[in-house]
Nanobody, 114 residues
């Protein structure tokens, strides 16, 4: 059974940091490029970051460039999103998605608030 599980979300103050993780079961996440998306309340889901397979080439939305870092550990079959200098506008549910698939997890909620 294919399953994606995002974890690591929580409540953090502006300027704080969180590290999200995306793990898979039922397939090998390392065989895919992986995206992180987010959906804020009342807004559409938006792209956040991408990491290719093999060479681990990253790409970021302009809104998070310089603050977020995507990485992957193929030995653990996990993709991470390190989020630093968080802002209230980063508040959203964050999802990972292997490129070219319809695999989605339940997401992990990030709330940035003082």
């Amino acid at each position: 059974q294919v399953q994606l599980v995002e974890s690591g979300g929580g409540l953090v103050r502006p300027g704080g940091s969180l590290r999200l993780a995306c793990a898979a079961s039922g397939f090998t996440l390392g065989a895919y490029a992986v995206n992180w998306y987010r959906q804020a309340p009342g807004k559409e889901r938006e792209f956040v970051a991408f990491i290719s397979r093999a060479v681990y080439w990253p790409n970021y939305a302009d809104s998070v460039k310089g603050r977020f870092t995507i990485s992957r550990d193929d030995a653990k079959d996990t993709v991470y999103l390190q989020m630093n200098s968080l802002k209230p506008e980063d508040t959203a549910v964050y999802y990972c998605n292997p490129s070219g698939t319809s695999y989605w997890g339940q997401g992990t909620r990030v709330t940035v608030s003082s």
